[in-house]
């Protein structure tokens, strides 16, 4: 007899009112459904199934499988776990198997296929498509082997059949050799005649159409039986020969080479081979061209005086005597102050004189050397017209009373007027003080503390920018503080919400009738507390 599994059961108000142990399961008759209890939920904690055949497990609205820590694991303890509809899978799937079989005909992948390889690690290769423009179909040969793949994408089609391409098999020509063959039209025959020449393209259109003994135009030269060549004219590079022959023939026999002939043409670049006695000089004899010694040229200018023109005769090896001044052209040196000239003849004595306390001169084994004393005295004006002017001495005395600033700030006011100096505090750092006209506002100021020196104007917002202090006795008819008047002790000044410290001022002769009309004055202690009220005369 078989064993009969009946579950508690009850309305679904029963259902509502029972707590059930944790995994029990109950079944509400009202609704057909299946209830799965916790041990805390009245009522069941979820919904397990209805009793028409189907059971849901962690099912949610949207109709998906949902586990409490987001993992579902389905055991079929070896055997097979069949779906039989449509699955979707919204994160991501993993299969841990060694083989995945998908019985479809067609299978969307969104971007690409990666695969391991052998190998897991770091490195895999990645099956993908440039973005389609519209249906494509690939198909996969029948046969095995290993697909070739291209440098960069292409949307050109190989249109070669295999066999096509299998013609290339072992051919090592290039592209350029391959492109050479494109429009031969010759018959095997015809090619077999170059078998053995060697002879450039160029070389066979020469002779193509000429004559033995003749030269054609643009073509050969051909030579006859004894070798001659009959020419009416003749070209180098281009150039027409105009010899005769009987010209050309006069250099029957020479020997010449064509640095030697070049130098008979009138070269420009002389050599610095020595001259020896027996050296020879080519020499025009009455219109024949012959060759002499140098010898007999020493001994024909030994014999006469001679008058030299624009040459050079080194002191060291030639010695010149008894040349006067007389029989020299430029017998003086004429020395000039830009006014005044006076001639100094040579082997006189030419005098550099300086003046005191302006210009020294001295003179130290032929070399004079003018320049300035130490201790310079300029009894005139003395202009710099230069940009700056450095005085690099421990006392600056000045005579004038007045000194004269800012003088070509004559066409506007765009310029600050006044003097700083420089000092560091701490061993590190250059700062700048000083007292300056403002151009920006009319009034003067001190200043300390800037860490770059001022230019035409002095930066009032530049870095450690700060008002400096003044230690005077000031003495002035009016004067203001922030924007306010200082109490003058020989005028008489109102006061307006104004505070004396008692403590540093004495307040005397102050009674009700110095007051305005209706004005209270208040004496408040150091907590604010009214010690005294003085009101006007007329309250």
């Known amino acids: 007899?078989?064993?009969?599994?009946?579950?508690?059961?009850?309305?679904?108000?029963?259902?509502?009112?029972?707590?059930?142990?944790?995994?029990?399961?109950?079944?509400?008759?009202?609704?057909?459904k299946v209830l799965l209890h916790d041990g805390s939920t009245a009522g069941g904690a979820a919904t397990v199934g209805n009793l028409q055949g189907n059971i849901r497990l962690g099912s949610t609205a949207a109709g998906e499988i949902d586990t409490s820590s987001g993992n579902l694991t389905i055991d079929s303890a070896g055997g097979t776990v069949t779906i039989d509809d449509n699955l979707t899978v919204s994160?991501?799937?993993?299969?841990?198997?060694?083989?995945?079989?998908?019985?479809?005909?067609?299978?969307?992948?969104?971007?690409?296929?990666?695969?391991?390889?052998?190998?897991?690690?770091?490195?895999?290769t990645t099956l993908n498509t440039v973005d389609p423009t519209g249906d494509r179909t690939i198909s996969l040969p029948n046969?095995?082997?290993?697909?070739?793949?291209?440098?960069?994408?292409?949307?050109?089609?190989?249109?070669?059949?295999?066999?096509?391409?299998?013609?290339?098999?072992?051919v090592t020509a290039t592209a350029a050799e391959l492109n050479a063959l494109d429009g031969i039209t010759s018959s095997v025959s015809e090619l077999n005649i170059l078998d053995g020449v060697t002879s450039t393209a160029a070389e066979l259109n020469l002779i193509d159409g000429s004559a033995a003994g003749t030269i054609?135009?643009?073509?050969?030269?051909?030579?006859?039986?004894?070798?001659?060549?009959?020419a009416t004219t003749l070209q180098i590079a281009g150039s027409a020969i105009t010899s005769t022959a009987a010209e050309l023939n006069i250099l029957d026999g020479v020997t010449a080479t064509a640095a030697e002939l070049n130098l008979v043409d009138g070269g420009t670049s002389a050599g610095t081979t020595?001259?020896?006695?027996?050296?020879?000089?080519?020499?025009?004899?009455?219109?024949?061209?012959?060759?002499?010694?140098?010898?007999?040229?020493?001994?024909?200018?030994?014999?006469?005086?001679?008058?030299?023109?624009?040459?050079?005769?080194?002191?060291?090896?030639?010695?010149?005597?008894?040349?006067?001044?007389?029989?020299?052209?430029?017998?003086?040196?004429?020395?000039?102050?830009?006014s005044n000239t006076t001639a100094v003849a040579l082997g006189g004595t030419m005098t550099f004189a300086g003046t005191t306390n302006e210009i020294e001169v001295a003179e130290s084994s032929g070399t004079v050397t003018i320049g300035l004393p130490s201790n310079v005295t300029i009894s005139g004006d003395l202009t710099v017209s230069g940009n700056t002017t450095t005085v690099n001495t421990a006392t600056l005395a000045v005579e004038d009373p007045l000194i004269n600033l800012a003088t070509g700030n004559n066409s506007s006011d765009a310029v600050d007027i006044g003097f700083y100096g420089l000092y560091d505090t701490s061993g590190s750092q250059d700062l700048y003080a000083g007292m300056f006209r403002d151009a920006g506002d009319g009034k003067f100021k001190l200043f300390k503390d800037n860490q770059a020196a001022p230019t035409t104007t002095v930066n009032t917002s530049g870095t450690g920018y700060a008002v400096a202090t003044l230690v005077a006795n000031l003495e002035a008819t009016t004067a203001t503080l922030g924007g306010s008047d200082i109490i003058s002790t020989d005028n008489t000044k109102t006061l307006t919400n104004k505070t004396i410290v008692a403590g540093n001022n004495t307040l005397s002769g102050i009674v009700s009738s110095n007051f305005s009309s209706a004005v209270r004055l208040q004496i408040l202690d150091s907590s604010g507390s009214t010690v005294k009220d003085l009101y006007g005369t007329s309250t």
């Open 1 to 32: 007899m078989p064993t009969i599994l009946q579950l508690r059961r009850g309305t679904t108000a029963e259902n509502a009112a029972y707590t059930g142990a944790a995994g029990e399961i109950t079944v509400d008759t009202t609704l057909n």
């Open 143 to 170: 046969v095995s082997g290993t697909l070739p793949v291209l440098a960069v994408a292409s949307t050109t089609q190989i249109t070669s059949t295999p066999e096509e391409l299998n013609i290339l098999d072992g």
């Open 91 to 124: 994160g991501n799937l993993t299969v841990s198997g060694t083989t995945t079989t998908v019985d479809s005909t067609t299978i969307n992948v969104q971007n690409a296929f990666v695969f391991e390889g052998a190998t897991d690690d770091a490195h895999e």
């Open 216 to 230: 054609a135009n643009s073509k050969a030269v051909i030579y006859g039986s004894s070798g001659e060549v009959n």
């Open 274 to 338: 020595a001259v020896a006695g027996g050296d020879g000089i080519v020499t025009n004899d009455n219109g024949t061209m012959r060759q002499t010694t140098v010898d007999t040229f020493d001994t024909y200018l030994a014999a006469t005086s001679k008058t030299l023109t624009n040459k050079t005769i080194s002191g060291s090896d030639n010695t010149l005597s008894n040349i006067g001044n007389s029989s020299l052209t430029n017998s003086g040196i004429t020395v000039s102050d830009g």
